[in-house]
């Protein structure tokens, strides 16, 4: 069913007087334009109805009270990545998944990472053999080119796009993964003529290397100097050069796991001279600061991530920047290790040696919707459109994922938005052992999650089981440009 029109995924929802698989009854559904009090018939895995009528199934939710949602899409998560940091992420993609479902998520986009010296093709077999037999929901791969020899460029990455992996994510640091800048040009121009995503992780290279070296030789290895060695004019600087280069060749690119305020303005101005330019940001810069890296104990590694999270006084501009649209997409970075592993060199592990990365898939979605949904912040719809429907359009997932609509997939997390919750990592389905935002009240939270028609978890009970989630083949999310870029093409 992975390749049909909408047409065609309609006229399969329909199958005359027959009952519906699944009727989800008496909620308020969050429809693209506006929250309707309405019924959802499902057939066949598809959303087959949306009415206000009675409608006969074979098995009936009741959703009164609840807010019924299309499920979240988390654009940016990483699972069973190896090698990543020397060691695989805590989470593969059975405990990864289910993590991401039990936090209201029905589809995840983690990556396959080719490193320096590896086929990619090769590594993209490996991930989908790690993947198949493990996923609980549906599951694509953007793919991270860390070696962009001439086969890859000509023959390994249009194969794997007309597979169904259309975003590529690049780095510009990172030992084994970081491109120069003509290799950067190379990605984007080959991302123009097919017609996909460029991600880009924005921060400049020897801004890290020069700041880490100077605070080493003067002894300063506490965790707060990993902030120090991240600065934001670093981050600034290098999403502005992947802007210029991205006007350049007039293809757009999503920056990723924005940080900090002065990129959110480079986005803006460029998205004001009407470039194509996304970006994203993550639970950890709007919920996290870097006073919790900077403990008296180790215990701040548990916030160490890059880009860090900034001086709590940035929080605000990243806040505008969600709220003024310049920044599209909210997703997870979910990075999974456990405590001891990133601090390997014990009590005195130097900042430059903590593992970078945190835990978030499954407390996504509550701290965005309790954060922006309490006080009216946002609206439900924008709420949804920042956390689901963008990411499946960027990543060529829409309308199959990402929206309740007449022959979707039928995905849903319902919501009661009333139920206060403190976060516990025991209450987490992830295979790590703590989660940086422990402690946190939040307000709502996911009681139900649907996928393809299946109820894979209800009232804290997992009913999913490991293997069910399927490859998606993502749609070019633009239209190739076979013609050379304006300033070649006199
Ligand atoms: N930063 C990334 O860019 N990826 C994963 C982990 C991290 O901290
Ligand atoms: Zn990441």
């Given at each position: 069913m992975d390749h049909l029109e909408s047409t065609q995924r309609q006229a399969l929802a329909q199958a005359g007087d027959e009952p519906y698989d699944l009727a989800i009854s008496g909620g308020t559904v969050v429809l693209p334009d506006g929250p309707v009090a309405t019924n959802i018939g499902v057939r066949n895995g598809l959303i087959a109805r949306i009415g206000p009528e009675i409608l006969r199934a074979r098995k009936s939710v009741d959703a009164a009270g609840r807010l019924v949602l299309p499920g979240g899409v988390?654009?940016?998560?990483?699972?069973?990545?190896?090698?990543?940091?020397?060691?695989?992420?805590?989470?593969?993609?059975?405990?990864?998944?289910?993590?991401?479902?039990?936090?209201?998520?029905?589809?995840?986009?983690?990556?396959?990472?080719?490193?320096?010296?590896?086929?990619?093709?090769?590594?993209?077999?490996?991930?989908?053999?790690?993947?198949?037999?493990?996923?609980?929901?549906?599951?694509?791969?953007?793919?991270?080119?860390?070696?962009?020899?001439?086969?890859?460029?000509?023959?390994?990455?249009?194969?794997?796009?007309?597979?169904?992996?259309?975003?590529?994510?690049?780095?510009?640091?990172?030992?084994?993964?970081?491109?120069?800048?003509?290799?950067?040009?190379?990605?984007?121009?080959?991302?123009?003529?097919?017609?996909?995503?460029?991600?880009?992780?924005?921060?400049?290279?020897?801004?890290?290397?020069?700041?880490?070296?100077?605070?080493?030789?003067?002894?300063?290895?506490?965790?707060?100097?990993?902030?120090?060695?991240?600065?934001?004019?670093?981050?600034?600087?290098?999403?502005?050069?992947?802007?210029?280069?991205?006007?350049?060749?007039?293809?757009?690119?999503?920056?990723?796991?924005?940080?900090?305020?002065?990129v959110v303005e480079e986005v803006r101005r460029a998205q004001q001279r009407g470039l194509a330019i996304y970006a994203e940001t993550c639970p950890q810069y709007l919920f996290l600061s870097a006073e919790d890296i900077d403990t008296a104990d180790m215990s701040g590694a548990k916030c160490v991530c890059t880009p860090p999270p900034r001086e709590r006084a940035n929080q605000p501009q990243m806040w505008r920047g969600l709220l003024d649209g310049t920044l599209a997409v909210f997703s997870s970075d979910h990075s999974p290790w456990n405590y001891a592993d990133k601090i390997a060199g014990g009590p005195k592990t130097p900042f430059k040696d903590i593992l970078n990365g945190i835990p978030g898939i499954e407390t996504r979605l509550p701290l965005f919707f309790s954060a922006t949904q309490g006080d009216g912040r946002l609206s439900i719809n924008r709420f949804v459109d920042i956390t689901t429907t963008t990411p499946a359009k960027l990543y060529g997932l829409y309308p199959r994922k990402g929206v309740i609509a007449l022959g979707s997939d039928a995905d849903f997390a319902i919501w009661d938005p009333h139920k206060s919750m403190t976060i516990r990592n025991e209450m987490l389905h992830h295979a790590v052992d703590h989660t940086p935002y422990e402690g946190m009240a939040v307000r709502g939270w996911p009681v139900m999650t649907i996928s393809r028609g299946d109820i894979v978890y209800a009232d804290g009970e997992v009913q999913s089981t490991a293997g069910r989630g399927r490859f998606l083949r993502c749609e070019r999310p633009f239209a190739p440009k076979r013609i050379p870029i304006p300033s070649l093409a006199g």
């Open positions: 988390d654009s940016h998560c990483h699972m069973d990545q190896q090698p990543w940091e020397g060691r695989s992420t805590a989470d593969d993609f059975r405990s990864g998944t289910l993590s991401a479902l039990c936090g209201g998520n029905t589809t995840v986009l983690p990556f396959a990472m080719q490193m320096r010296g590896q086929s990619l093709r090769q590594i993209v077999d490996d991930y989908h053999e790690r993947a198949r037999p493990k996923a609980h929901i549906d599951y694509g791969f953007h793919l991270i080119v860390g070696d962009p020899t001439p086969r890859v460029l000509s023959e390994e990455l249009p194969e794997l796009i007309e597979q169904g992996c259309t975003s590529i994510k690049i780095y510009l640091t990172y030992e084994g993964l970081k491109l120069d800048d003509y290799e950067v040009l190379n990605i984007l121009d080959l991302a123009r003529r097919e017609g996909v995503m460029v991600m880009v992780h924005a921060e400049n290279d020897a801004c890290i290397r020069w700041l880490t070296d100077r605070l080493l030789e003067a002894k300063k290895t506490a965790l707060r100097y990993h902030v120090t060695a991240h600065p934001d004019i670093g981050e600034r600087e290098a999403a502005f050069r992947a802007i210029s280069f991205a006007e350049l060749i007039e293809t757009p690119i999503l920056i990723v796991h924005v940080s900090s305020a002065g």
